[in-house]
Nanobody, 118 residues
Framework: QVQLVESGGGLVQAGDSLRLSCAAT????????MGWFRQAPGKEREFVGG????????FYTNSIKGRFTISRADTQNTLYLQMNNLKPDDTAIYYC???????????WGQGTQVTVSS
């Protein structure tokens, strides 16, 4: 079973950048497609993008397309989310998870808080 630990969040201003990390332990990270999710205050958790287990295919929802980049480093068992040109609407707790289609596979980590001020 994979355990996930997200990090890299913080308080930034609109237009700034952050890079989030998702460190995986306990299993073979490279065997999983991975996704990033976020939960804004008062809203349900939503999927924002994912990367195939090979890293060749990457998908972004319209909310982050063109601003965020998902990548993975299998030798380090780590998933990344490079976030550029951050907007106040990006304020949320960000989570990662292993995914199979539309399903998440492992228990959620604690997430990392991103707060973007205007």
């Amino acid at each position: 079973q994979v355990q996930l630990v997200e990090s890299g969040g913080g308080l930034v201003q609109a237009g700034d950048s952050l890079r989030l990390s998702c460190a995986a332990t306990g299993s073979t990270f490279s065997a999983y497609a991975m996704g990033w999710f976020r939960q804004a205050p008062g809203k349900e958790r939503e999927f924002v993008g994912g990367i195939s287990l090979t890293g060749i295919s990457v998908f972004y929802t319209n909310s982050i397309k063109g601003r965020f980049t998902i990548s993975r480093a299998d030798t380090q068992n780590t998933l990344y989310l490079q976030m550029n040109n951050l907007k106040p609407d990006d304020t949320a707790i960000y989570y990662c998870n292993a995914v199979a289609g539309t399903q998440t596979i492992v228990s959620w980590g604690q997430g990392t808080q991103v707060t973007v001020s205007s």
